[in-house]
C-alpha cells in the first residue's frame, strides 16, 4: 500500500524543504522531556541530600572514601562511542542502506549491552550496597535507572535490528529508527550528566 503524501509535504520537497515533523516524532519529544524532567529530579534530590550532610560520603563510608572510577570511565567512552554507529544507521537507511542500517543497529545494541555488562562488574565488585547510608541508596537509584533504560534501549534497538533484517524500513519509512536514535543519543546524555556528578564532583 502507499502511503498517502500530503500536500505540505510535497510543496516542501519542491521547495528543497524537509517535510514537516509528524505527530511521532513530537510524541518522542515529549517522551524524552518527561524522561528528562525524572532524571533531573533524582538528581536534584542527590544534591540535595549532599549539601544537607556536610560530609559526603556521610558514614558508615567516611568523607576520605572514593568511587572507582576505571570501569567508570570505560564504560563512558562505550557508551559514548555507541552513538556514532547509531547515528550512521540512521543516516544509512535515509538514503535507503538496509545493509548499513542492521550493521549499526547490531553494532550499538552490542555496545550498549557491553555497558551493562560494565556496570554489572561494578555492582559486584563495589565495597558498598544501596542499603549502605543515604550514598548507597542515591548511588545505586541513579545508575540503577539509568541502567534500566539502557536495557529498554538494547530491546528496543534489538526489536529494530530483527525488523531491519525482515526488510521492514525503506528510505521514506523508518521512523522506529529514528525514534531509537532519539532516545540512545538521550540515555548517552544522561549518563555523561550522573557520570560528572556521581564520580567527578
Known amino acids: 500500500m502507499s502511503a498517502v503524501i500530503s500536500p505540505t509535504e510535497i510543496q516542501a520537497h519542491e521547495e528543497g524543504e524537509a517535510p514537516a515533523k509528524g505527530f511521532g516524532w513530537y510524541g518522542m519529544v515529549f517522551f524524552l522531556a518527561s524522561e528528562a524532567v525524572f532524571f533531573a529530579n533524582l ?111 538494547v530491546l528496543f534497538l534489538l526489536v529494530c535490528f530483527f525488523r531491519s533484517t525482515r526488510g521492514h524500513f525503506t528510505k521514506d519509512h523508518h521512523f522506529a529508527v529514528n525514534a531509537v536514535e532519539m532516545y540512545w543519543h538521550f540515555v548517552d546524555v544522561v549518563w555523561v550528566v550522573l557520570f560528572t556528578v556521581l564520580y567527578l564532583l
Not at 576520605?64 to 559514548?80: A, G, K
Not at 537507511?93 to 557491553?114: N, V
Not at 561494578?122 to 540503577?144: A, D, K, N, R
Open 43 to 153: 538528581i536534584a534530590s542527590y544534591l540535595y541530600l549532599r549539601v544537607r550532610a556536610g560530609q559526603w560520603p556521610p558514614p558508615p563510608l567516611g568523607a576520605n572514601f572514593q568511587l572507582e572510577r576505571t570501569i567508570p570511565i570505560i564504560n563512558t567512552l562505550i557508551l559514548l562511542s555507541s552513538s556514532f554507529p547509531m547515528h550512521w544507521a540512521a543516516r544509512a537507511i535515509s538514503r535507503g542502506d538496509k545493509r548499513k542500517l542492521t550493521i549499526g543497529l547490531l553494532t550499538t545494541a552490542i555496545l550498549g549491552a557491553i555497558f551493562l555488562s560494565g556496570q554489572a562488574w561494578e555492582y559486584t565488585h563495589s565495597s558498598f550496597g544501596p542499603s549502605t547510608g543515604i550514598f548507597g541508596s542515591t548511588f545505586f537509584t541513579l545508575t540503577g535507572f539509568h541502567g534500566a533504560h539502557v536495557t529498554g534501549g
